[in-house]
């Protein structure tokens, strides 16, 4: 699927990293397959220790529109919730989590 800047989309089953810069969120997602833990909120703690930033995440079924894009791997994303940051997609498989919402 080709993420489009401006659509809505939904992540299905798995939480996703959301981190304050593309450099982060490439630097930790692309090397991490965070969405196979378990415990999104220890993910969360551990990078934000590590990367020295905010780190949040997103739950299975949350709304995003995507503002800005990198290399077709990483999103730069507003949630439901407010919250703006990047997230990285740039494995196939990542990508199959990902559903566009109908209006």
Not at 73 to 97: A, N
Request: aromatic share 14%; glycine share 4%; hydrophobic share 40%.
């Amino acid at each position: 699927m080709k993420i489009k800047i401006g659509k809505l989309y939904e992540n299905q089953v798995y939480f996703w990293l959301v981190l304050p810069t593309k450099q982060k969120s490439m630097l930790v997602s692309a090397n991490t397959p965070t969405r196979y833990r378990p415990t999104a909120e220890v993910d969360a703690l551990f990078y934000s220790k590590h990367c020295s930033c905010d780190v949040s995440y997103i739950t299975p079924k949350t709304m995003f529109v995507v503002l800005e894009e990198h290399a077709g791997e990483c999103f730069k994303i507003l949630t439901e919730h407010g919250e703006v940051g990047w997230i990285y997609l740039g494995r196939e498989w990542y990508m199959s989590d990902i559903r566009a919402v109908k209006p």
